[in-house]
């Protein structure tokens, strides 16, 4: 399985400015979080990728662009310990990371460019809400029009039979 990452800036209404990291399964098309922060470091990543990983085990690769926190000691050690393969696209070329640059689009039309956030807490609030409507009330052609929770469901309960593909590399 893969995993695709990478960060959306945003700014509360008083100007101050709050940094997004997106996780999607690019299998599932679910997205495993959106943490909002001041600021996230790369221990920090590893730190939410070790609060996803509680649930879902470890992914085999990970893709991400080469911004600092992905290509930082923390993530490579963690890397590492987990044998994580940790898969960089190819500086100025998002489309190597496409289903997260796609995601990012619809996030920031769809919840960050709509809403304005009084303070990092109520960003939260409603950047969860966004997300679990996303994972749970939308369905998509390419998961034969299940919601991603219903396709990633259903394929941990064995009801789907094709094997897990990472289209792309």
Known sequence: ????????????????????????????????????????????????????????????????????????RALDQWAFEHSVELRLIQPGKPTQNGFIESFNGRFRDECLNEHWFSDVLHARKIINDWRQDYNESRPHSSLNYQTPSEFAAGWRNGKHEEKPTDITN
Not at 4 to 32: H, N, P, Q, Y
Request: aromatic fraction near 10%; proline fraction near 3%; hydrophobic fraction near 40%.
């Open 1 to 72: 399985m893969t995993w695709s990452m990478d960060f959306v800036m945003d700014a509360l209404a008083s100007g101050r400015r709050i940094k997004c990291l997106t996780c999607v399964d690019d299998f599932t098309k679910e997205c495993l979080t959106i943490t909002a922060a001041f600021g996230i470091s790369g221990v920090q990543v590893t730190r939410i990728l070790d609060s996803i990983a509680l649930f879902r085990g470890y992914p085999a690769t990970i893709r991400t662009d080469h911004g600092p926190e992905f290509t930082c």
